[in-house]
């Protein structure tokens, strides 16, 4: 395996203008390629089955992603028997094929490799602030000993457990991201997202953004409030967003979770390839660098974001060899009709129809409490019976 | 590799009663992961990235598919030429690589490799019989020597070119299927369903149907109706689907290429893994025992299919190990009123919305000419002007 | 009152090659202005506020309309007996209030009264031809008394009952029109809608045509269908439309009544003015020359008829004096962007928003039974307890 | 003519808790009815057409309402001129006319006149305190000498020119309202719905609230920040209400004169009576007490708002005895699965569906500027030609 640092690392790049295309959602693209399972979400196809994380890896470096992601999340020993599989691995044995496999396709091409962490069972159980960080610091170990490139604190709908990460993660030297699960709205105990920006800077992050839970243009305006914020406050960083794929308008505060539609029936929201050339316009614009996707990104909607910004980068990815921009492969097409949709204009303009007369355009969310300090709610989220959770949800309503 | 032959071949199969389920859509799927270009459409992945054609193979697979077909859609070398990419590998190189690829995947579970022909520029150019026969018997050379387990004749639009295919595939002795890419209206002479499925069946073909160009519930329609033309006419057969994972309620008879979206806004239309149940179920009551998918069938798609057939089959796809049927993987969510969802009901009645509330659900197909007896057209579909083309269009308009 | 005849009577003006334009919906209209009952939806209005069904009358008057139809709906002793209101007026007060109302009305412009029967509750309890026909002729007495100039026989789902009213209208020396409430299917016995018309006009009807049930491009079609069955026959006839003003794609063969939103959730479906130009003019290439409405016509929709047509005929209506042609009374609005659509490109263009984005644009019929010869289910239409109507329905379900 | 006063006034009513329920809107139900013109949108149809705009008054008294505004909208001199109608009345004739209108029915029942003024010209070209406030002056010298009962200040986006009008219309000692068309964004200044509502108190309005522009949620909504303004400062008033009845979920701050459909394309948007109860209960929740309507309303809107209230109102209006709360009516249909919604639930819960697959749900606003101080370019709003004005509006655009 080759040595990290053989690249330029992430901050270097960052300091030098250049843009950094993340890669998408492994684990809805492995759901749908069936190697992941919905509900518990957990990343064993990583020993079990390595050639098909090594296969989506590779599509999404060819696609034009810097990052390659190890396959690491919900990979905890605890978060793995708790999901009642019949383990035929360790999580430790999980955690090192994921780092294997990210740095082999790494090698590949421009990509670093970045380990990762997300928000744990035990902040929501109210556990102490050592507790949660000895989970995060068992966590980094493997990330150190596989000697990835520099580390992603993701998924957090609470900028104090945020913090919590950052801070065990900086002890490694390697450089830190840190992005929160939220929206306009601030975190779940309305923390805006300004001020959770300045405290994830103030805590050791050099990038700071947001990741999933909602569509490419609510992460956009997210990240720019951080931003706003942290300049307000005197402060510096580099700024990265990772959304959803899915249209996601109808959302409350804790986004597509809450959608009636999660996570079986998003189809319809799927945004188009031309849908992702807006996104990455806009985040650059905005002045993000680190540009990349989450749930819903296959290696198309990445090669997107790539051909987008590919002035701004001077190259077009691997795969733009089998796409024609903005559709100028169909010149080939059969039909006459067909071959006049290869350009630019007739893409931007359209607007897909859904084929279902019979649906809605927009949802209700679906939720029982969405609240602050939910920790009591959350203890007992292992209960076997709904109908003892409903009351407690009932009373906890926003 | 293992001969063909060691298991039962596809009408032992039918003739005994069991659902043989098909595969998924290659050409979209892999233009989706960065192997095929949109536009030419063509196959020189299987030499040039066996490893992402492979690993397509295996994902339908485990889940659910007992057809392995050979990823050699438009591959003559005409067509590979024609398409303007400097080739790396000869068309027989290719056509070499796909045939070992599916029989590959094939022998690690149970399936068989189907080999496969389609409609060819030069039947819409008014070649002769001869020539157009020419053509399949080349094709057909290389499936014989690869030994496949069976044949396809599918996407035809005109009936008389597929019985022309059928005729030539059936001197291989091999079983042969034969499917037209037409809706209820019939074949683009105005033939209908019914009468092409009995001209197909004397012309030899086992097995016909419909694949294609049109949503699920329009081809089970459309096969019942050939069904219906077969008995009326005293004759046996068996009967196939592979249709679209596209909602296509507002197309006109040539199917979702004159839609508006075709094929890069395609999204919003996508069926849900609950809408394959349904498909699956209603093919099967009408009769249909050889059950697959089209361009935008995913490996989840299939896997639906075979869950919905597990009944009947006695048994579930590899995939459905990482899949709770109806959801019941959400029980192991960690939001109660996801949990609330892992429920057969909840699936089954959902509307799924698009989040798209500025745009239709319906759209108006585009098309210059739908024509019967359009070759003069079609002579000229290299033409390099499109202007030079659109009076023509105009003139033949329906 | 002026005595009838004092103008061109309807076939005067249809044999000299003119437009006749119908009025609109009475019945819809006045239960939006408090005067109607829906569910009874009679007419005793005429007797009680003979004022607002005298201001109607007049809108629809200046609005273009050559037709004042009697306001006599449902006005059959039996029928508002039936409906449980304490009548202060008797049936023959209505009908004679009615047909003065409608008398007064036309005198103030070029306007013709015309008398009106439907179907009956008796036909569908299979009553006797003789004991139907009688309630024709006691109807029609009325409207001999009151020397109306014409007479309709309109809203019949079946040919057979349309015949029998026709052949008693003809005893009246005045001319008569047949105009059935069906679709492209036929009427209720599955009688296409070319076989209809021939029927009809074999029967002595002067015009033949459809009124209510579908939206105007439907029941043009199905105008046209009836129009080539009569000339297929050799015979000749003038033709006549009166349709719904709200979008019906969705509906099956029994038309709005089983939509979901009958009566009281129509809005989103109601038809623009533009949408009327496109139907006036569809009607008119047809060769349909009386062109009126049904329920939901208000007097701006016949305003949009008569604009249409007002070169053909010469004139335009006199509360055009009030609206400028294709939006351009609004070069006067004080707003630039709302001046800036006083044109006809603007808004025969324009796909108007619902402004409903949690709604489906199209809905599922709803109907217990759609039957041919389902007289022993109507038979228990007063019954007060739906549960014993249900099972009835069941079983006779289509 | 009664004496004002004949019955408890405004103020008595809202000081004992009662509920106050407004008329519909005139301008728009008139346009349809073939009476006014849109784009001038001027009244002299109360001199040149009573019967018809009596009828409407008549029609809005019998659904409920105790308010007759008189027909005045727009009924300044320079304005009628401005519109280029050559007058067959003068102002003053149509003024008087209109006053007499609305008491003569509101003698007929238990209702009161409102005279009314609202925005003008003479504020956005920037023109003085005095010169606006000489306006309002001469408009209410009318409303004196007919002695209406109360005065509204309506149809203001600027809450300076209303605190002006509020001041004129106090010297009557009648009781005054003053209403904003606004959202909850502000006025077109950006000053709050709550700061608005503090300065209108002080100008010494009664009664302070919201009509026109955004749909009945929104406008409640913005009442609601006014109300807890007023609170907030230690103020008392009472509220009022008058929305339109179209959905506006996708309208900017200027509303739905902004949107596409406007004037004329807005069908797919109207309210269905139950919406309206929907409204008038969350209007009666706020504690709002003067609920009615604006452009949109027609009589059974009101009606259904009455109808809402009755329990708390402890009767129904008159025109409920042509209507089934609830759809009760629908108990007489002669179709079962008709008469099987003749129920609270159906309809409640009833999602309409627009018929009109082919439209989008919502659109997006129009507009060239959307200016705080844009009097230069109101200045121009005279000019004939369009191509002169763009640039201005291209400058301004927000």
Same mark, same amino acid.
């Given at each position: 395996m080759a040595p990290a640092g053989a690249k330029r690392n992430i901050l270097e790049r960052l300091d030098a203008g250049e843009i950094v295309i993340g890669d998408g959602g492994f684990v809805f693209a492995l759901e749908k390629r069936g190697y992941v399972k919905a509900g518990p979400w957990t990343p064993e196809a990583a020993a079990e089955h390595p050639e098909a994380v090594r296969q989506l890896h590779r599509e999404f470096l060819r696609a034009g992603s810097n990052v390659m992601q190890t396959f690491t999340f919900y990979a905890s020993d605890d978060k793995l028997e708790n999901r009642g599989n019949a383990q035929r691995f360790t999580g430790a044995q999980i955690n090192e094929a994921a780092c294997d496999l990210a740095r082999e396709v790494a090698n590949e091409g421009d990509a670093m490799v970045a380990g990762g962490v997300s928000q744990t069972p035990s902040y929501l159980s109210c556990k102490s602030e050592a507790e949660v960080k000895g989970i995060f610091k068992r966590q980094l170990n493997v990330f150190v000993k596989k000697n990835v490139d520099f580390m992603i604190a993701e998924y957090f709908e609470h900028v104090e457990e945020a913090e919590w990460a950052v801070q065990v993660l900086k002890t490694s030297g390697k450089p830190v991201c840190a992005s929160l699960c939220i929206g306009l709205d601030g975190d779940l105990n309305g923390i805006s997202p300004g001020d959770c920006a300045v405290r994830l800077v103030k805590a050791g992050a050099n990038i700071v953004g947001i990741n999933c839970h909602f569509d490419p243009m609510t992460c956009v305006k997210t990240v720019k409030l951080m931003k706003e914020g942290v300049e307000r406050a005197g402060l510096k960083a580099h700024y990265m967003v990772q959304p959803l794929a899915y249209h996601t308008p =109808?959302?409350?505060?804790? #986004?597509?979770? =809450? *959608?009636?539609?999660?996570?079986? #029936? *998003?189809e319809p929201r799927i945004l188009t390839r031309w849908d992702m050339h807006k996104y990455a316009r806009e985040a650059f614009n905005v002045g993000i660098r680190f540009i990349g996707g989450c749930c819903g990104f296959e290696p198309y909607h990445i090669r997107a974001v790539a051909e987008e910004l590919a002035t701004e980068r001077g190259f077009l990815p691997a795969a733009s060899v089998k796409h024609g921009s903005w559709g100028a492969g169909l010149e080939m097409h059969t039909k006459p009709w067909v071959r006049a949709r290869a350009r630019r204009d007739y893409w931007e303009k359209l607007k897909p129809a859904?084929?279902? !007369?019979?649906? !809605?355009s927009m949802s209700t969310p679906d939720s029982w409490g969405v609240t602050k300090g939910h920790a009591d709610l959350m203890?007992?989220?292992?209960?076997?019976?709904m109908d003892e959770l409903k009351p407690l949800f009932e009373k906890a309503k926003c």
């Open positions: =109808d959302c409350n505060c804790q #986004g597509f979770i =809450d *959608l009636p539609e999660f996570p079986f #029936g *998003l859904s084929g279902r !007369p019979k649906c !809605p203890q007992h989220k292992e209960a076997t019976s």
